[in-house]
């Protein structure tokens, strides 16, 4: 008994006890108050299914064989598990704008082409222009206007009060209340629930993903157990062969009236 594998025992126990927070993480996105929109859902819904599947399906096995203490009758047991983790992710790859804010996100990469945009043009003027070492007038108002900022934003930024007054304006996410008081508070809760459920369905397929790189682990620490305590060898349950007519030498047999 003292030298029984129980360390490897363990290690099963720690590669599963991980495989069960990440599932309880995907219970929590199925639980949460922020749900990605049913046609969305649908989008993804059988790779999403056939995942959870198979990982039942090698969850179970794993258990059985644990409580027989049996090794694994196939080399390759996850190899349907990540075939249809590769289906997840390339149907993720295909409609990945189903994942994210589209809008805000093309705002957002025009709003940084015309800044570069800017910047280029900036300085082309500047080399076509030699400008001179020294500054120049507006140099220096411009130098002068920045310096008065910073001193007064400094000063802003460590005054209490405006320090205070700046977090009451803060509203906790998600309250009724709109972040933009010009805006109706339909519009403002619609576009900030809108990217939050993409993100949720986004969130619920790398849980799974990742459900399926931990359930590895918990594969190669049965198979270490496996060897270790050597564990009995799988039986081959013999294959059913249906009688028939008994082949040629039974029809031979009738023919000549040895078997009716």
Not at 163 to 178: E, F, N, Q, S
């Amino acid at each position: 008994m003292m030298s029984y594998p129980w360390k490897s025992f363990t290690k099963v126990g720690g590669a599963l006890r991980h495989c069960s927070f990440t599932a309880m993480a995907l219970h929590g996105c199925i639980l949460s108050e922020i749900q990605a929109p049913p046609e969305s859902r649908k989008v993804f819904s059988s790779e999403i299914h056939k995942v959870g599947r198979e990982c039942a399906k090698v969850l179970r096995e794993l258990g059985n064989n644990v409580k027989t203490m049996t090794k694994l009758s196939s080399s390759d047991i996850l190899f349907e598990v990540h075939l249809a983790a590769e289906e997840l992710q390339k149907k993720i790859d295909e409609r990945s704008y189903l994942l994210v804010n589209t809008e805000a996100w093309h705002t957002s990469k025009r709003a940084e082409g015309i800044k570069d945009a800017m910047n280029a043009t900036l300085i082309t003027g500047r080399e076509n222009k030699n400008e001179a070492l020294e500054p120049t007038i507006a140099d220096q108002t411009l130098a002068y206007h920045y310096k008065t900022f910073a001193a007064s934003s400094f000063r802003s930024r460590y005054d209490s009060s405006s320090t205070i007054d700046g977090y009451k304006k803060l509203p906790h996410w998600p309250a009724r209340t709109t972040f933009h008081p010009n805006l109706p508070l339909e519009d403002t809760e619609s576009k900030t629930y809108q990217s939050a459920s993409a993100l949720s369905l986004a969130t619920f397929s790398s849980l799974l993903i990742e459900f399926v790189a931990r359930l590895q682990n918990v594969v190669y620490a049965f198979e270490e157990l496996s060897d270790k305590a050597n564990f009995k060898e799988p039986v081959e349950e013999p294959v059913a062969v249906s009688k028939g007519d008994g082949g040629f030498v039974a029809k031979m047999c009738k023919l000549v009236g040895l078997r009716s």
